[in-house]
């Protein structure tokens, strides 16, 4: 079956660290992108990629960044610079027809938190 | 500034009420998600609107989007424990003039039904 997977479910980061975030899809879409969720927040969009080897700042892109060389994968990097990483994050990906974007699918998400 | 603001923050319903989530938003929607979240996972679809007056339903759940869409409501019919979670609407609108391409969130709605 097709979808999202985002690894690890679970990822504890040390202050000064960076990490990596995985995020794969198999359903040949064109769109991927990254939202971070804080309790009482909804979710915010971190960055965004329409097709291969091109993204773009979502609106709390600092801290964070991201490469799309592949159209299935779409890695997040937490940089030393995000100040406030604890927070669950979300991976999705959309079909693009046009100028829209449909059937918009999300991953389990990764936990991070520092320790 | 929030593009899409959700209402009530919380709920709280005996089983067998009826309820019903609001989400307004500030600009003409092109596609609006309701997606379901189970604290800790990833969104589950539930409905995607996308012509002005169009309303949809599943199971016990219906939604709608007003004939300017701009607003959409998500009511549910003799709520039970399973439809307990939080409620999240997802809103593409044209970014900053230009292209569409991304999902913009409310806060969400913590629902709780207790029997």
């Known amino acids: 079956d097709g979808g999202i997977t985002q690894s690890p479910k679970y990822l504890f980061r040390k202050e000064g660290q960076n990490v990596t975030l995985s995020c794969e899809q198999n359903l040949n879409h064109d769109a991927m992108y990254w939202y971070r969720q804080d309790p009482g927040q909804g979710l915010r969009l971190i960055y965004y990629?329409?097709?291969?080897?091109?993204?773009q700042k979502g609106d709390i892109a600092e801290g964070y960044s991201v490469s799309r060389e592949k159209k299935e994968s779409f890695p997040l990097t937490v940089t030393s610079a995000q100040k406030n990483p604890t927070a669950f994050y979300l991976c999705?990906?959309?079909?693009?027809?046009?100028?829209?974007?449909?059937?918009?699918?999300f991953g389990s998400g990764t936990r991070l938190t520092v320790v | 500034s929030q593009e899409l603001e959700q209402s009530p923050q919380s709920l709280i319903v005996q089983e067998g009420k009826n309820l019903t989530i609001n989400c307004t938003s500030s600009k003409t929607l092109y596609g609006l998600y309701w997606y379901k979240q189970k604290y800790g996972e990833g969104l589950i679809f539930l409905m995607m609107?996308?012509?002005?007056?169009e309303e949809k339903s599943h199971e016990k759940i219906t939604a709608k989007l007003d004939e300017k869409k701009q607003q959409s409501s998500l009511h549910i019919t003799a709520s039970q424990p399973s439809h307990a979670g939080i409620y999240l609407c997802?809103?593409?609108?044209?970014?900053?003039?230009?292209?569409?391409?991304?999902?913009?969130f409310g806060r969400g709605t913590q629902l709780t039904v207790w029997p």
């Open positions: 997802g809103g593409e609108m044209a970014d900053r003039g230009s292209t569409l391409g991304r999902l913009y």
């Open positions: 609107l996308q012509k002005g007056g």
């Open positions: 990629s329409q097709i291969v080897n091109d993204f």
């Open positions: 999705a990906s959309s079909r693009r027809s046009g100028s829209s974007n449909y059937g918009y699918t």
